[in-house]
């Protein structure tokens, strides 16, 4: 389709997420080792925590960035080899979309973002190729920050080196409070909008969830599956909510396998694990297959798959 505009948003109170930056099962997996037989996986696919994830591919492997975060971090398969600390927009590497590894961090604390609110850290990274180049957008804040903003880097390539390019706007320059959790999107005729609302940070208490709207212009306005405007409280058509099994799930990105099917990545907390991990919010990756509804996505049963979902098709 024809692509007609490139559109930086901040979301206000709410994490806005557009893919950038997608049986008779023999085995299953949590994302542990790759499997050839392997047809269908659970969730989560990484753990403990990978808070607001963005997603792009590249040469035929999948890059995910989240938020600065204290993890877990597993640079393999091996069960033993990990790295527990805080890593500064943590990158995932995967050649399935299920199996997911720790490349790198973006940020060293010598060479993080400092322009924001002393002490403030970098969140919700979107990252999308323009050019010949990778270029991340980032909101730099603290809980309770009276002036958050957007800021950019940019790579050669999706695991860096990164750059920082400083601020791009902060919420007091552009008259909108909290502006933060930037989506960017290359727009398109007949593009869809998708948007978390409710807590995202309480614990097993949060209640964030995923609607989405439509429109046939960048700007809007944008449409629910029952022609309400998006810009009305509660509106929107749920693609994705709290199940036994997760809750808080939301703060999306969307992505398409090689035979065509889309897949949303997003955040949740396990209902059967603590909602912390050490000094975060326990929010760990899933991801789940989209399906449609008429005009709008929405996963099974609209609510975070667990287990027995079919693999990605990755050729």
């Not at 993890?71 to 033993?80: A, F, I, Q, T, Y």
């Not at 919010?281 to 008429?294: A, Y």
Request: hydrophobic residues 35%; contains cysteine.
């Amino acid at each position: 389709m024809k692509k007609i505009a490139a559109i930086l948003l901040a979301a206000s109170l709410l994490a806005a997420g557009l893919g950038s930056c997608a049986d008779g099962s023999t085995s299953q997996s949590t994302g542990g080792s790759g499997n050839s037989t392997q047809t269908e996986y659970n969730n989560p696919v990484y753990e403990p925590v990978f808070a607001d994830p963005c997603i792009i591919e590249h040469e035929g492997k999948y890059y995910a960035y989240a938020t600065e975060d204290y993890g877990e971090w597993k640079p393999s398969d091996d069960p033993l080899e990990y790295v527990s600390n805080k890593q500064i927009v943590p990158i995932l590497e995967s050649d399935d979309l299920v199996h997911w590894y720790f490349k790198n961090a973006a940020f060293t604390a010598l060479k993080k973002p400092s322009w924001g609110t002393m002490g403030a850290n970098v969140w919700a990274p979107d990252v999308v190729k323009i050019g010949n180049s990778f270029v991340m957008y980032y909101a730099l804040s603290v809980w309770g920050d009276p002036d958050p903003g957007i800021g950019v880097a940019t790579a050669p390539e999706p695991w860096g080196p990164w750059t920082d390019q400083g601020e791009l706007f902060s919420s007091n320059e552009i008259g909108v409070n909290n502006s933060i959790d930037p989506a960017v999107f290359q727009a398109q005729d007949g593009h869809y909008m998708f948007v978390s609302s409710g807590s995202c940070c309480e614990g097993l208490n949060s209640t964030y969830h995923v609607r989405v709207g439509r429109s046939t212009e960048p700007l809007g306005p944008y449409y629910d599956d029952q022609g309400r405007d998006m810009c009305g409280e509660n509106r929107g058509a749920v693609v994705l909510q709290a199940s036994a099994d997760f809750v808080g799930v939301g703060h999306n990105a969307v992505i398409q396998d090689d035979a065509g099917n889309w897949y949303i990545v997003y955040h949740g907390f396990d209902t059967d694990k603590p909602g912390t991990y050490g000094n975060s919010n326990r929010r760990s990756l899933l991801i789940d297959k989209l399906e449609w509804d008429g005009d709008f996505p929405q996963t099974k049963d609209k609510i975070a798959g667990k287990s027995g979902m079919p693999l990605p098709v990755i050729k």
